[in-house]
């Protein structure tokens, strides 16, 4: 007798998709693109920094926690036995993404590879599936708020007592034979510190209990969340000028860093040793986990989400399938961005010497029509990519599962 599905077949949120493709496209250019640029003017950010950097990578964490809670019922998460199955298969796929992170860690790229970060946030995100909606947004938002103190206080003592402190850019498959740096790098010293960054998942996996089919929660996303990373922006801009203090202090440790205090700010780079002073508190910096950068970067995603949703159902409604069509490139590479996320780092590997001349920025247009067109022929055949469709099927199997279309 074949076996019966333990879970209906649930339709994707376009606009879900098409967020993940931005967000891959933006962290493919913080990969190959310069963050800072010196020219007559001094250092400066480059547009690059100035849209994606901490950012991109922020929204490629939500967006995981909303695909979790789209995976496991939505706005009625599931219970019982099949919150059960969930969770195992929740945990395959964790233990998937982190191997396959391993193995692109120990590339040569020079990229933060996120993989084996995103698989530990997918296996503590697998605890919370069952709480409401309610509690889940209370827990999110104590995080982002609570977390970076703790990240402040810990981060001297793991920095003292574990040597080395950090696996380098990102963790590989060597650094599984010294567990102590591995754990430190991925919970506290590492470009996305687990502690701070579940923060994300949790915001994400509310997100997803929420109707983003609905209009007007779409539109409360948007708003909120363009809201909270403008307010959150000012706010540090204020505490910043109003006390010429911190600008001095702040200044002089970028510089010791070869970088000017505002383009530091913008990009993320030479932030080294700000963590150090109090006046970190006040930054909003990428990959600084400073408590209103992280306020920031969640309003920028909630924002983006929110009018891409709002963006794929008025295409959908004003023309029907041409609509959805459109967004195809988008919405196709977004729904394989594992996938393209590992295959631009092996590119990036393999074709480093030959492409070492190349200008950057038209090195970065041919991944970006590269990855577009394989979203649009992956949308054509109806197909997932091919390492979303293996953990797909392991994890499905994993749980006693038939496959079924997930996020």
């Given at each position: 007798m074949p076996r019966q599905r333990t879970t209906a077949p649930t339709r994707r949120v376009a606009g879900v998709d098409v967020a993940r493709g931005l967000a891959l496209l933006g962290m493919m250019g913080t990969h190959i693109m310069p963050l800072t640029l010196t020219g007559s003017h001094g250092t400066e950010a480059t547009w690059v920094a100035l849209l994606f950097a901490g950012k991109a990578s922020a929204v490629f964490a939500i967006l995981a926690g909303v695909g979790l809670g789209l995976l496991t019922g939505g706005s009625t998460p599931h219970s019982g036995a099949r919150l059960g199955s969930d969770r195992r298969s929740v945990a395959v796929r964790a233990l998937l993404i982190t191997a396959i992170g391993l193995a692109a860690g120990s590339l040569d790229t020079n990229v933060a590879v996120i993989l084996v970060h995103y698989g530990l946030l997918f296996l503590i995100a697998s605890a919370f599936l069952g709480l409401r909606l309610r509690t889940l947004w209370c827990i999110s938002t104590g995080w982002l708020l609570l977390a970076p103190a703790l990240w402040y206080l810990l981060l001297p003592w793991v920095q003292t007592h574990v040597e080395p402190a950090t696996a380098g850019a990102s963790p590989g498959l060597g650094d599984v034979l010294r567990p102590a740096t591995l754990l430190a790098d991925l919970f506290v010293t590492g470009y996305y510190p687990v502690l701070v960054w579940t923060g994300f998942v949790l915001l994400g996996l509310a997100v997803g209990r929420c109707r983003l089919q609905l209009p007007p929660v779409a539109l409360a996303f948007t708003l909120g969340g363009a809201g909270l990373a403008v307010g959150a922006r000012m706010l540090s801009d204020q505490l910043l000028a109003s006390h010429p203090g911190a600008v001095q202090a702040l200044g002089a440790i970028t510089r010791d860093n070869g970088l000017p205090l505002d383009a530091a700010l913008a990009s993320g780079r030479g932030l080294a040793g700000i963590e150090a002073t109090p006046w970190w508190f006040a930054i909003s910096a990428p990959h600084s986990s400073a408590p209103l950068d992280l306020l920031h970067v969640a309003g920028t995603a909630l924002a983006v989400l929110g009018v891409c949703?709002?963006?794929?159902?008025?295409?959908?409604?004003?023309?029907?399938?041409?609509?959805?069509?459109?967004?195809?490139?988008?919405?196709?590479?977004?729904?394989?961005?594992?996938?393209?996320?590992?295959?631009?780092?092996?590119?990036?590997?393999?074709?480093?010497?030959?492409?070492a001349g190349m200008p950057r920025l038209g090195l970065y247009l041919w991944f970006v029509v590269v990855a577009l067109l394989v979203g649009i022929a992956l949308k054509w055949a109806g197909r997932r990519g091919p390492l979303e469709a293996a953990v797909h099927t392991l994890s499905e199997a994993a749980a006693g599962r038939s496959a079924s279309t997930a996020h």
């Open positions: 949703q709002l963006v794929a159902m008025a295409l959908a409604a004003l023309l029907g399938g041409v609509g959805e069509a459109l967004l195809w490139p988008l919405s196709g590479a977004g729904s394989a961005t594992l996938t393209l996320y590992t295959g631009h780092l092996v590119a990036l590997d393999l074709l480093g010497t030959a492409t």
